[in-house]
């Protein structure tokens, strides 16, 4: 099993309205992915939404995969999720950004992609999200195609380019960056799996409970014969919380804390799109307060998070093995914790946790890429005559074909 964290923007409360804590809060999130490189963390994921207020004010993570790669060496960075509906996105650009992400980050680059949030989010474009699932559907097997042709020519529903373009740049080496979709609904899973990439899912309910999503997902990519992609990307991430201090007592008082939950609030509020939990709170009614400590104990044992020193973390993660869960990430930084103490966290989990669970120092999508295969010809139209170049540059990286 793997690990990751999870960045959002999340600033509650005033904060979310004055411009100094809102650069000290994203400076710390990009701060904390570039600790954890040091720390064995293989992943980190950045959410994009846009118009949350509180809930999430990374609105444009592409501008920042640049900066945590030039002062990282090993980490991959994925969106979370990047989307892909044309008002949002116009699917040329998204294959642009992506391969360029590709380039600069040197192929530590993982597309994560999806919908959006949720009805608020959408109206930001003057878009409903009964339209977002046909816009995917369209766009995410056009973009593989615009990274291999250099005439590319479309004619659909949500967008078109009539005459031949060459998308550029291609992405980075062989291959293309792993292929993910947020996944919510149950249907969704399935779909990832027939599809063969890998699924991002949130875990807001026991976590035995997602045991027959990910089983979905693992008999779909089973039968998957012809992947969306030119690879398999066999992989379920799942996020949670985690709390993991050298101090037992403190990493309790942390996971009892006033405000704990104030983020579900916010999910319940503005993803209308997946699922609703049972018995939620939604903003801004006070999230749920965990009264005692036998109820901590019960939330642990359920699987709603993770808490203690590391050796009490050792044994929770089980749990996430039994249902098959192949990726864990955790969103940061979790309420209740103060800032030195999520350096702790990641610190602390990074080297007395992971490597009892992740043997393999290769990232299992890096492995999987080395299996791509190309899908389509360099050209699908015809040339046309009197494009015979004699003279380029001498400097030219590459010299004519004679």
């Given at each position: ?205 026991p976590i035995y409970n997602l045991k027959g999503r990910i089983e979905a997902y693992k008999e779909g990519i089973a039968n998957c014969t012809e992947p969306l992609g030119q690879f398999m990307n066999n992989n379920v991430m799942m996020t949670n919380a985690v709390v993991c201090l ?157």
């Amino acid at each position: 099993m793997e690990f990751g964290l999870f960045l959002n923007g999340y600033l509650p409360g005033p904060g979310a309205h004055n411009s100094d804590a809102e650069h000290t809060m994203l400076m710390r999130e990009f701060g904390y992915a570039i600790h954890a490189d040091g720390f064995n963390w293989k992943y980190v994921w950045l959410g994009e939404h846009h118009a949350l207020t509180e809930y999430s004010h990374l609105s444009a993570p592409e501008t920042v995969f640049g900066y945590i790669a030039a002062k990282t060496e090993r980490i991959h960075m994925g969106s979370a999720i990047m989307n892909l509906s044309r008002p949002v996105n116009h699917p040329v650009r998204n294959a642009e950004r992506v391969a360029m992400l590709d380039h600069v980050t040197e192929g530590r680059y993982e597309w994560g992609t999806g919908r959006g949030a949720g009805s608020h989010e959408m109206a930001t474009f003057d878009l409903l999200t009964s339209e977002t699932k046909a816009m995917w559907d369209e766009a995410a097997p056009e973009i593989l195609r615009m990274w291999e042709q250099r005439d590319y020519t479309f004619e659909g529903e949500f967008f078109r380019v009539e005459k031949p373009h060459n998308i550029l740049p291609k992405p980075y080496g062989a291959g293309h960056p792993p292929l993910w979709v947020g996944c919510g609904n149950p249907g969704t899973f399935t779909k990832a799996g027939e599809l063969g990439i890998g699924a991002i899912a949130f875990n807001f309910e026991p976590i035995y409970n997602l045991k027959g999503r990910i089983e979905a997902y693992k008999e779909g990519i089973a039968n998957c014969t012809e992947p969306l992609g030119q690879f398999m990307n066999n992989n379920v991430m799942m996020t949670n919380a985690v709390v993991c201090l050298s101090d037992r007592k403190r990493a309790r008082e942390v996971a009892m804390s006033s405000g704990r939950g104030y983020l579900n609030t916010m999910v319940n509020m503005y993803h209308d799109t997946m699922p609703p939990q049972k018995n939620a709170i939604v903003w801004p009614n006070a999230p749920h307060v965990i009264p005692d400590e036998a109820t901590l104990d019960y939330l642990i044992e359920a699987g709603y998070l993770l808490c203690g020193t590391p050796d009490e973390v050792n044994e929770q993660i089980s749990k996430y093995q039994e249902v098959g869960c192949d990726q864990l990430v955790f969103g940061i930084p979790n309420e209740g914790f103060e800032h030195e103490e999520v350096l702790e966290m990641i610190e602390l989990f990074g080297s007395k946790v992971i490597p009892n669970f992740d043997l393999d120092p290769e990232h299992s999508t890096t492995r999987y890429r080395r299996e791509a295969k190309r899908k389509y010809p360099d050209f699908a139209h015809p040339l046309p005559e009197g494009l015979d170049v004699t003279v380029i540059p001498e400097n030219a990286l590459l010299p004519l074909q004679r």
